[in-house]
């Protein structure tokens, strides 16, 4: 038995400790958030936290997952009632189309706000192009969203800077 | 002649198929509205189907959405259809895709099928009229062809309009208000001096009374929702982590599972040992299916793990074990015997070309998968005579018909959930992953079952969209294109997919020359030719189907031809246009994309038109070209699309689907291959089968015509795909000088994307 805290709440798991983070949270937890894509971290759909850090949950075993430590889904980013930026911004350009990869999409996103932007000086456009390309181009989109992916970032990270888009 | 089709057999055949099915003219506005016996018994105490797209109980009103969420923003805009006339305000919708039935037939997916263009205006309207009978007569609820929202147009108004109707009827009953003092806003009947009566209080009057059929629509001039951007529905959900995919069904007592099927697709077990597997933590029983064996554990990834374990004895493959063999059997069949349609065949192209300088090529184009991110899953349980399906699907109706062969179970025991599907593209359109869910809940009874497909096993258990070889002549003449002979062979998907619904399409299959033979150029000397390649792989309708492969091999060459001519691409296209609305399409893509304007060293632009789905769309796509030794590496900096659709519903979704389609043809075109060897898939995942990447994607700009008006709206969820992989070949050429005749376009030794 381990616990396992997810969202804020602790979960007591009975799993061996090679199984993958994401269908310790899937299967026993029941947080469906994370999405299981292909299994070989290539395609960021199962992006959750550990300990504030994005990390690929089909790749990472239970076993390595610290006791004790925070794990972070989709649904602990922001609610609907109370929507993260980056949550509120995805709403805003409509990005979704199946929205199969896109709780992926938001916590690297979200990740990279908190990481490059939020707190921090102003990015030139190209700059923040820059980091979008280099921290977004590992999560694929097949029904192809990644203009309003991009738009999406560009507008949460003005509004984290404190500039209107 | 062998299989060569002509138009009048077919029509003559589908019009009697369309007459035994009940085709009456004028029917068309009565019959939707009609609640079956299996639409009502499936209803709880208190609800009430005004018709079969409205359902109403005491919390208020639901609307149906049979046609699938594949991503296309279908129960968006099936919700908006029915709300703008029912008239309830856009916070208060909700949507149930409900259970599946013949009422929710398709009559326009049929369309695109029949051997008559689009540009075809008088026989268009009787090809449109066949497509209702065949979908009718089939009871055919399938979601695809891009037929939702031109199926769904009218049905979907008048119905909400009728229930409407009924409501203000029965406030009128409540009220002894006469119905013409009443009025409807966001959800309730207006009564004089301003009352609000909720339509969900008048549910239970307003099931006593008879639906009209003879409801007026409102005027596009008042529209409150149809026209201009609409919020998704299910868009908060989708990017909260709260929207519930297939794969994300959980249900108390459940269990999971997983299935190997043999990588050689169609062969056989011979055997397996799975003594291993037994033994592994969590299995709770090991089920053979057909052609596979299933996992079943208490966790999917021990079922997984467990299903590694077993070693198997696969039979081989029915079909050539490599691409190289295939490609050789699609070679051997531009032979007379294989001849299946030459519906366009004007002039004389062999004796324009006998005099002529010829110019000659032969393109390709490879299998391709769908692979959606979801992978295929179904939760089946069946229980005490009792089978219930949890699953992302395209065909509903025909997974009850399924599971009634498979289990004897009558139809009322058959209960299909339909749930959002995390991607598609087409996949769904096959029920083998449901067949294997309902053998496993066979084996394993009591307890619902997730079954889900690694991504491995999705990859290579796929219906590809199929390879495709063309090979084509052509003459310019007095600076203008003159004679095209195309000739296109291809594994038929209309008789594999068909076929695996017990069903068989008469005539040729028009989606081996679909994109080639119907585009509106009135070249002097025209002639396409379809060959039918035995079935090798089984296949299946991807994005855009024979389009998808044919517009590259048709707008390629042409593109050929108008420089062997010394023309330019988009005014040559423009002369040759014959199609009014086609025309205004390259008009418009010449505006917005300051063709002609000078795009400096290394870059280049190109074009490319095809009219699919009834939909003209022309392309033009700018790269930039960097040399690097003798490779070019090719940035794609700018799509311009501009699309003919009759009327557009909501803009923005529009413009996202467009986007798609562009992203998803491009990125194909660029490195996406499904090939063959030792009888299986060598792609297992997305390492190997990449498309496009957010750092990869373009500035796409979208403008869409409305000049043929609401009567002729059509669909956009796949004509943008066809043109986008020809403009990003012919803008290669025009940056660089080569010509690639394959996809993907990085099999040229000289070509690779940023």
């Known amino acids: ?71 972070t889904t989709i649904r602990g980013l922001g609610t609907p009632q109370a929507l993260h930026a980056v949550q509120a911004a995805w709403i805003e350009h409509q990005v979704a189309q199946c929205g199969y990869c896109q709780p992926g999409q938001i916590m690297a996103a979200a990740a990279l706000l908190h990481d490059k932007v ?20 590992a999560n694929l989109c097949r029904c192809g969203t990644y203009m309003r992916i991009r738009a999406a970032i560009k507008s949460a990270a003005a509004k984290l800077q404190g500039q209107r888009p | ?74 129960y968006s805009i099936q919700a908006a259809l029915v709300a703008e006339e029912l008239d309830i305000a856009w916070n208060d919708i909700k949507v149930d895709p409900g259970a599946p039935s013949s009422v929710y037939y398709n009559a326009r997916v049929i369309r695109e099928g029949l051997p008559v263009a689009a540009t075809n205006g008088r026989l268009d309207s009787i090809a449109e009229i066949i497509s209702d009978g065949v979908g009718r007569f089939l009871g055919l609820q399938l979601t695809g062809g891009s037929s939702t929202v031109a199926d769904s147009c009218n049905k979907l108004r008048l119905a909400g309009a009728a229930a409407r109707e009924v409501l203000l009827r029965a406030a009128e009953t409540q009220t002894g208000i006469a119905r013409d003092k009443l009025v409807t806003r966001d959800g309730a ?146 032979v007379p015997k294989r001849r299946d349609s030459r519906c366009k065949n004007e002039g004389d192209v062999d004796a324009a070309l006998a005099g002529a300088k010829v110019i000659k090529a032969e393109y390709r184009v490879p299998y391709l998968a769908h692979a959606p991110l979801e992978p295929m ?53 096959e029920d083998d992953y449901v067949r294997q869910g309902i053998e496993l809940a066979m084996a394993y009874q009591g307890h619902p079952i997730k079954m889900t497909w690694t991504r491995e096993e999705d990859m290579t258990h796929d219906f590809p969209r199929p390879l495709a070889v063309a090979r084509m002549r052509g003459a310019a003449k007095d600076r203008q294109v003159d004679a095209y002979d195309l000739a296109i062979a291809s594994p038929s998907v209309v008789a594999s997919q068909f076929g695996r619904l017990s069903l068989s399409i008469p005539g040729p299959d028009m989606a081996i020359v679909a994109g080639a033979w119907d585009q509106p150029f009135r070249i002097p000397h025209y002639r396409v030719t379809g060959y039918r390649v035995p079935e090798l792989v089984p296949v299946s309708s991807w994005r855009s189907v024979g389009a998808s492969g044919n517009a590259f091999m048709h707008e390629c060459f042409l ?12 005014q040559e296209r423009r002369r040759l246009c014959s199609h009014g609305p086609s025309s205004e399409v390259l008009k418009a893509i010449g505006e917005m994309s300051d063709w002609g304007r000078d795009l400096g060293p290394n870059r280049g632009r190109g074009l490319a038109f095809t009219l699919s789905f009834g939909v003209p769309v022309a392309e033009v796509v700018e790269v930039t070209a ?35 389609a562009v992203i998803w043809a491009l990125g194909h075109a660029m490195n996406a291959e499904l090939t063959f060897a030792d009888g299986k898939a060598v792609q297992t995942n997305y390492h190997q089968y990449e498309g496009m990447r957010l750092h990869q994607a373009p500035r796409i700009e979208v403008k869409a ?29 025009a940056a660089t000088g080569i010509r690639a005749r394959r996809l993907p376009l990085i099999s040229h030794d000289k070509i690779r994307f940023v």
């Open chain 2, 377 to 429: 899953n179904a939760v089946v349980q069946l229980k005490d005579g009792r089978l219930d399906i949890w699953t992302g699907t395209q065909i509903p109706a025909f997974l009850v018909k399924t599971a009634r062969e498979m289990t004897g179970l009558a139809a009322d025991d058959v209960h299909v959930h339909a749930q959002l599907c995390g991607g598609s593209f087409g996949r769904r359109l």
């Open chain 1, 118 to 137: 939020a707190g921090k000086p102003p990015l030139s456009d190209a700059d923040l192009d820059d980091h979008i390309n280099h921290a977004m181009s």
């Open chain 2, 189 to 334: 009947v207006i009564v004089p001096g301003g009352r609000a009566l909720s339509y969900a209080s008048l549910a239970e009057i307003a099931a006593t009374i008879a639906v009209p059929t003879d409801v007026k629509l409102r005027d596009e001039r008042d529209w409150r929702y149809l026209g201009k951007p609409m919020q998704r529905i299910d868009m908060v959900a989708k990017c909260t982590g709260t929207a519930t995919f297939g794969i994300d069904i959980r249900l108390p007592g459940m269990v999971y599972a997983t299935v190997c099927a043999n990588p050689n697709l169609g062969g056989a077990l011979r055997s397996y040992d799975d003594s291993l597997a037994a033994k592994a933590r969590g299995v709770l029983k090991i089920v053979p299916v057909k052609g596979g064996v299933g996992v079943i554990a208490d966790n999917t990834w021990r079922a997984f793990q467990a299903a590694k374990l077993i070693k198997f004895e696969w039979g081989k493959a029915p079909y050539p074990a490599s691409s190289a063999a295939m490609f050789r059997k699609v070679k051997a069949s531009f």
């Open chain 2, 626 to 660: 960097t040399p690097d030794g003798e490779r070019r590496i090719i940035t794609i900096d700018r799509v311009c699309v501009a699309a003919e659709v009759g009327k557009v519903l909501d803009p923005d979704n529009l413009k996202n689907q467009v986007e798609g």
């Open chain 2, 705 to 733: 015509l409305e000049t043929t008006g609401l009567a002729h709206i059509r669909g956009i969820g796949e004509p943008a795909v066809p043109p986008a992989a020809p403009a990003l070949a012919n803008a290669i050429f």
């Open chain 2, 559 to 570: 593109d050929e031809l108008i420089h062997a001519a010394g023309a330019d691409p988009l």
């Open chain 1, 1 to 71: 038995m381990r616990v396992i805290w997810v969202d804020g709440e602790p979960h007591k798991v009975d799993v061996e400790g090679d199984m993958p983070l994401l269908w310790v949270l899937r299967d026993e937890v029941g947080a469906t958030g994370p999405k299981y894509g292909c299994g070989i971290a290539m395609c960021g759909a199962c992006t959750v936290y550990v300990d504030d850090r994005p990390v690929r949950s089909c790749s990472l075993r239970i076993g390595d997952v610290a006791e004790g430590a925070k794990v």
């Open chain 2, 1 to 74: 002649m062998s299989r060569a089709g002509t138009i009048t057999r077919r029509l003559a055949l589908l019009g009697a198929a369309g007459v035994a099915g009940g085709l009456v003219f004028g029917f068309y506005y009565t019959e939707p509205f009609r609640v079956n016996r299996r639409l009502g018994s499936g209803l709880q105490k208190g609800q009430h189907m005004l018709t079969p797209y409205v359902r109403i109980d005491r919390d208020g009103v639901t609307i149906i959405t049979p046609r699938a969420d594949l991503g296309q923003g279908a």
